[in-house]
């Protein structure tokens, strides 16, 4: 009788333990299925995003084409191609106290520059950086362009005494304008558009120097516009100040855009006389840029159809600060809700739009701790995520570095067509003057691992011979003081 009791109680045991390997047998398989599920999610945005060599000199060809139908004909591109007015970049001879004005983003920056001439160069510069109020950005043009001139006032009221006018003389202003405008002059434009998050329906199609105006002179700001710039002619305005052999300038920030110098008699649309230089500089707006062979997943074109801007300014959401974060945040969404990625319940807040900003992402795959301590805590604190797990980690890390490359080679692929269209992607015999690109913005001066990817990327497509005549130099605060210059060489009182 014992013996069958003993018997019974083992054959229990090794059923319960049998129940048990099961339990824990199809909870492995179960996870399995779903971390296999979620690497299929990656594989596949990686396909999507592959940029391999051929196909970037095949969007470089497409750049070089879309400039020459841009400068051909009022649209004739998605490219603007547009004319800035700016015919005669700064030469160092510049003398004198003048303002800029930065608008090109959720701040905007009031600058006084103080200029030498020759001999003295860049003497002293101040700045002030304001935050823009969301409800600015949607509201109407005289109440974001009075809250500007507020601060106006309050900047220039702190001007040193000995910086005195003689009577009836104004301030000068250089207005950095970072939307796209087409120019009727150096010290006019209407709006053609807004991106960047601004949606203010009363200042299409209006002189956005006007506009500034009428709210300075209600608040009393004695200034005169004398420059209205886009921020990448300042770039390029400032870098060739203290370097003659800028000729390109890349704004990579919270949006994207270049400008580059062109001969006069190549731009079909310019009805005027030639400028004596011989020269225009061109600002592009290649955020606008689109090609085929640019590489769209399907979060691209979700995120594009929920857009402001439907259709437009496709190359800028690809590889540009604004909207790198929030393609990460949505592959992130849909490994969590279709692989159960982080637990079985989707994280609310990975459901919020733009909540994973590119900064969060670039701290994150510049993460060289051994347990990736900066990406455990950008998932607690930003979409309250926690505990996850090394291996989880790890993917996020991989998916960033997936993202940010193709942004940093797509951005190299533009700027071998614009040299390409310039004549400057080959070495001619005899020629030894170097081509200097100023690159400016928030991504390319802090996102390390994007501005690496996309030098290292323009030199492979150039060469090694090439790649040694062509030097990319950071124009800090480039477009800023590129206004203050161009107030400065197209005076109002010169």
């Known amino acids: 009788m014992e013996k069958k009791v003993v018997v019974a109680l083992v054959c229990a045991a090794a059923v319960a333990g049998a129940v048990t390997t099961g339990v824990v047998l199809r909870r492995k398989i179960k996870e399995d299925g779903k971390w296999a ?30 400039m020459h139908a841009g400068l051909a004909s009022e649209g004739g591109s998605k490219l603007k191609m547009l004319i800035s007015y700016v015919d005669n970049l700064p030469t160092g001879d510049e003398n004198g ?36 109020p969301p409800s600015l950005m949607t509201g109407t ?42 120019q009727t002059s150096i010290a006019s434009g209407n709006l053609v558009r807004w991106t960047k998050g601004f949606s203010i329906d009363d200042a299409v199609g209006q002189d956005v120097v006007a506009q500034l105006t009428r709210s300075m002179d209600k608040l009393g700001v004695d200034m005169h516009v004398s420059a209205l710039v886009n921020d990448t002619v300042g770039t390029l305005a400032g870098g060739k100040y203290f370097n ?32 004596q230089s011989g020269e225009m500089v061109i600002n592009m707006e290649w955020g606008n840029f689109r ?31 604004m909207y790198l974060g929030e393609i990460v945040r949505r592959v992130l969404l849909k490994m969590a809700e279709e692989a159960a990625f982080f637990s079985e319940t989707v994280p609310s807040k990975l459901r919020v739009p733009f909540i994973l900003r590119t900064p969060h992402m670039s701290a994150m795959h510049h993460d060289a701790s051994p347990d990736l301590k900066v990406v455990d805590s ?49 070495v001619k ?35 090694q011979e090439v790649s040694e005549s062509i030097n990319i130099v950071h124009s800090n605060d480039g477009s800023g003081i590129g206004a203050a210059l161009l107030a400065a060489s197209h005076s109002h009182y010169l």
């Open 37 to 66: 599920k979620a690497m299929e999610i990656v594989k596949e945005m990686e396909e999507k995003c592959a940029t391999p060599i051929g196909k970037l000199k095949q969007l470089a060809d497409a750049m070089v084409v879309e």
């Open 97 to 132: 106290l003048f303002y800029a004005l930065d608008l090109g983003g959720t701040n905007f920056r009031v600058l006084r520059v103080h200029l030498g001439g020759k001999e003295g160069g860049l003497v002293n510069q101040e700045f002030a950086e304001v935050p823009i």
């Open 429 to 463: 015999d005899g020629e030894k003057q170097k081509t200097v690109i100023a690159m400016d913005g928030g991504l390319y001066e802090h996102y390390n691992e994007y501005s690496k990817c996309m030098e290292n990327t323009l030199h492979e497509l150039l060469g």
């Open 378 to 426: 950008k998932l607690k604190d930003i979409l309250e995520i926690p505990n996850t797990s090394l291996k989880t980690r790890k993917v996020v890390v991989e998916l960033c570095n997936i993202v940010a490359t193709r942004g940093a080679r797509l951005a190299a692929a533009g700027i071998l067509g614009i040299l390409k269209k310039m004549g400057k992607d080959t």
């Open 141 to 182: 043009s005289e109440e974001l362009f009075d809250y500007i001139a507020a601060e106006l006032v309050k900047f220039s009221s702190q001007e040193s005494a000995e910086f005195r006018l003689p009577p009836g003389r104004k301030r000068e202003l250089g207005f950095t304008f970072s939307f796209p405008v087409i």
């Open 291 to 321: 090609s085929s062979h640019l590489p769209l997943s399907d979060y691209d074109l979700a995120l594009d159809s929920e857009s402001l801007n439907p259709g437009e300014q496709i190359f800028e959401k690809i590889i540009s600060g």
């Open 244 to 275: 003659k052999d800028v000729v390109v300038a890349v704004i990579l920030g919270t949006g994207t855009n270049a400008a580059y110098v062109e001969r006069a008699p190549a731009i079909p649309k310019w009805h005027g006389p030639l400028p």
